[in-house]
């Protein structure tokens, strides 16, 4: 540990309530007293899951949009599955996509919950995968803290409970899983998904060219890796949320902002056993300060919980760390990046938000949410060394603009 959990005073003006106050310790020390501390690791992949016909256009997006790149897809008895990798240390990303577009699981039953989920009934992010010593030793610790695990024949995606994995159930407050595994990332025939399938030359060709816009452009050295992963959830459920996640992960409560204007908080918990947070990203939970009918006598903007009763529970961006730097002409590395990309017909919401002067600082935008994804890739630039991860007013200027993205409007939900 990297420094006293128990000394740490959370950063922040997010008020939490005397509940989340006397169990962030508790959960601590019962962390370190029953072995969950030691036992897991750092964040070791990244799991998604898409249509079966948007397997192949979501690596090209990824080429193009992020440091990940295709190592080795595999074809397991009910998903196809590709792994990408960044850099050596930081986590792997698994997207998989059903065979059949009518497969049946979790992931198509809460889709069709929600109104603009349910045209991509597929379509979600799962969790993440952690590293594990001793997977007995850890699931039976869990289950006595009443965290629930996939076992083999509860689950209609093999994945879940293929041998060296442990997955939690669904969090009833998130919707995302924690993982658990013992197998080397890099070493991607090891996982057992399946048969490695090969790309056909087409596909290759078209992968290599998105490569090799990422390189001619010289973007794709500036992109680093994966720097926080920012889940949306419902205002009553936010200190739930947290709680129960810092109670499978090693990770700390940094700190949570009130972004009054948008009756919304950002609430960060980072990883303390890593110097780099890329090499396992913190993890964001945002959340309306009230909920949405209590907002009603306000009526400030509330986007954070229409996405929610819009697209269910669930991860909302990915944050991609854009290597400091100016580009020349008055051009951060960022806007050299992200101008690039809107160059290459990437849409954005807004325009790049912070300032990046002599001060430590932060610039950072949002892309427009991935038609295969559903997933809103955010671009960081960390000025100076910023050590934190947003500025009041960039999320109040980010949240408004993917807020503008994400309504729902009656009668377009059928179409
Ligand atoms: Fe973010």
Partial sequence: MSFDLMSYEPRGDKKNSDFFNEYLPMIYERRSSSGIADQVGPMRAIVLQVEPDALF??????????????????????????????????????????????????IPRI?????????????????????????????????????RFEYSGDTENPFYTLDGFR????????????????LDFSDTDSLGLGDRVLLSD???????????????????????GIDHLATRVLAGEREDAILEFLTMVPYYFW?????????????????????????????????????????????????????VRNFGRRLHHMAVEIQ??????????VDFVVNTLKDKGVPFLAHVVG???????????????SKHTLLITEYIERCHHYDGFFTKDNVAALTAAAGQDEQYQHGHVFD
């Fill in 202 to 224: 087409a596909e290759q060709t078209r992968l290599n060219q998105a490569a090799a816009f990422g390189s001619d452009s010289k973007i794709a050295p500036l992109m680093l």
């Fill in 324 to 333: 400091d730097g100016d580009h020349g002409a008055g051009e951060k590395n």
């Fill in 57 to 106: 256009d979501t690596l090209v997006e990824l080429y193009v949009m992020t440091p990940y790149r295709h190592t080795a897809s595999y074809l397991g008895r009910t998903h196809k599955f590709s792994v990408l990798h960044s850099h050596a240390d930081y986590p792997a990303l698994i997207v998989m996509a059903p065979l059949s577009p009518t497969f049946e699981d979790f």
């Fill in 355 to 369: 300032e990046c002067k002599d001060d430590p600082n932060l610039k950072q935008i949002f892309s427009k949410h």
């Fill in 111 to 147: 889709n069709r919950m929600y109104p603009l989920a349910r045209n991509t009934p597929q379509t979600r992010y799962v969790g993440e995968v952690f590293a594990a010593s001793d997977l007995n030793t850890l699931t039976k610790t869990l289950e006595g803290q009443n965290i």
């Fill in 255 to 307: 700190g949570a902002y009130n972004i009054f204007d948008m009756n919304s908080s950002t609430n960060v918990n980072r990883n303390p056993n890593v110097d780099d947070d890329k090499k396992s990203p913190a993890k964001v939970f945002t959340a309306n300060n009230t909920p949405s009918f209590v907002n009603s006598f306000a009526k400030l903007p509330m986007p954070t919980e229409d996405f």
């Fill in 167 to 182: 997955f939690t159930t669904p969090s009833d407050f998130t919707c995302n899983r924690v993982g658990y595994s013992t």
